[in-house]
């Protein structure tokens, strides 16, 4: 929706909304959105900072990536490398902030108990000075911009029991569940001109867990010479 008076552009999500940010994405990969998913989407489309739970290729990134579409922000990608060291953590969290992006950490009940007790104070701090109405937040001991734009998300496992306690309380957790091949398979189907979608959807469920158990064999068998 454009304001003729503010002269800027939101996103109405039922009675929230978000202010677009004219990133314009191009050309991205077409999501079919469940309705796990646009749940998981409108929880994290009305907070500062929110965790999607979820098993592994069940739609967590893809949920992020199509709110930041939608909502033409910048969206940068931190995955959970095994070493991640307190000054990268704080880097990120400095341009994010600074440039009102927004940033998603995948899987960080993945990462070593020091970077994940670093990270929870790096959003404390952030979500604080959010809620004080600040303009400028302290990291590593340096002020820095406060662009209220930015936004902070995180991706874990159904249960993060490597998580802190009170990360996930400072943290809204939505979770996700698994999509319906089935239904997924006749959407494509559709789309695509087929005219019996919903028997062909049947039979490709039936035969494709049997196709990609096999893949996943012959790629173990392969690797393991």
């Known amino acids: 929706r454009y304001s003729t008076d503010a002269q800027k552009m939101t996103m109405i999500l039922n009675d929230d909304s978000i202010d677009f940010g004219w990133e314009l994405w191009g050309e991205v990969r077409p999501a079919i959105l469940t309705p796990s998913m646009q749940r998981a989407i409108h929880t994290a489309g009305i907070d500062k900072t929110s965790m999607i739970l979820g098993s592994p290729m069940t739609g967590r990134t893809t949920c992020v990536e199509a709110l930041a579409m939608l909502s033409g922000r910048y969206l940068f990608y931190v995955p959970a490398f095994p ?42 701090t952030y979500t604080d000075a959010l809620s004080a109405g600040l303009s400028r937040i302290t990291i590593e001991g340096k002020p820095v911009e406060l662009n209220s734009s930015s936004r902070i998300f995180f991706t874990a496992t159904s249960v993060p029991t490597d998580l802190l306690p ?60």
């Open 166 to 225: 009170q990360f996930r309380a400072k943290i809204k957790p939505s979770a996700l569940s698994a999509p319906e091949r089935k239904k997924i398979l006749e959407i494509k189907l559709v789309e695509n001109g087929f005219k019996n979608s919903k028997n062909v959807a049947v039979k490709l469920d039936s035969i494709i867990p049997t196709i990609v158990l096999s893949f996943k064999n012959e790629l173990f068998a392969t690797s393991s010479f």
């Open 83 to 124: 070493d991640f060291s307190d000054m990268v953590i704080s880097r990120i969290m400095t341009g994010t902030v600074m440039m009102g992006a927004w940033a998603l950490f995948t899987d960080i009940d993945k990462l070593p108990y020091s970077a994940i007790s670093h990270l929870y104070d790096q959003v404390y």
